[in-house]
């Protein structure tokens, strides 16, 4: 059965630093999520992204945050000068049709320091 | 706005017993709802789903929900729960037909299991 992939599953980094996180979303699909679950709470939208431009970004989502599909697979997401309270664990996660399923990825643990 | 309410922060049950997880949501059109489940330091994995339908959907492990709309529930149940479903649990509402259709995620009710 096809899934969404996300590397790395673990990524620490220094305060200030850009990170990238990738995901691998299901092939056919054409919506692209991003979330963030901050440790001990509940999962929180961050962006969602289709033809190739942000259809819908939360409040979270703010100028340090970028996202792209470089290519036809990967779709990631750049925190260009990390903080402290951006220490999360970040979804991936797409699906074929608008409002449809959304298949998840695993997760990416962020750990700043 | 979507919403997701679920009035259990904790719950804890004894293996064997009987288990249901409160959901109550808010959308103003045909709502997509999933309950999912999270171990410690892992991802989400979905339970089950109601689109349309039977209310009464059937998902993983044993679990079960019902879909209510005269009281805008989807309340998770188990008959008999083990101890390897203790865990969190998330309900979810997406909507079903607009654009972007962001999932929105309720607070988590964390199951405990008692022996």
């Known amino acids: 059965e096809p899934e969404v992939t996300q590397t790395p599953s673990h990524q620490v980094t220094q305060m200030g630093q850009e990170v990238i996180l990738r995901c691998v979303p299901i092939?056919?699909?054409?919506?692209f999520y991003w979330y963030r679950q901050i440790l001990g709470q509940k999962v929180e939208f961050l962006v969602s992204?289709?033809?190739?431009?942000?259809?819908?970004k939360s409040e979270i989502f703010d100028d340090q945050f970028s996202v792209e599909r470089p290519d036809g697979s990967n779709f990631t997401l750049k925190i260009r000068s990390t903080k402290l309270e951006d220490s999360a664990m970040y979804f991936c996660?797409?699906?074929?049709?608008?409002?449809?399923?959304?298949?998840f990825g695993p997760g990416t643990r962020l750990t700043v320091t | 706005a979507q919403s997701v309410t679920q009035p259990d922060i904790h719950i804890t049950v004894s293996e064997g017993a009987s288990l249901e997880l409160r959901c109550n949501y808010s959308y103003g059109a045909t709502p997509y709802l999933f309950w999912y489940v999270q171990s410690p330091g892992q991802g989400l994995q979905l339970l089950l789903k109601y689109f349309s339908g039977d209310t009464l959907v059937q998902g993983i492990k044993g679990f079960e929900a019902e879909f209510k709309r005269s009281q805008s529930s989807f309340n998770l149940r188990k008959p008999s729960v083990h101890w390897s479903d203790a865990a969190e649990y998330f309900c979810?509402?997406?909507?079903?037909?607009?654009?972007?259709?962001?999932?929105?995620f309720g607070d988590g009710t964390t199951l405990t299991v008692k022996p």
């Open positions: 092939s056919n699909h054409l919506y």
């Open positions: 996660a797409s699906t074929l049709r608008s409002g449809g399923e959304q298949y």
């Open positions: 992204f289709y033809n190739n431009e942000i259809s819908e």
């Open positions: 979810a509402v997406g909507p079903y037909n607009t654009n972007a259709g962001k999932s929105t």
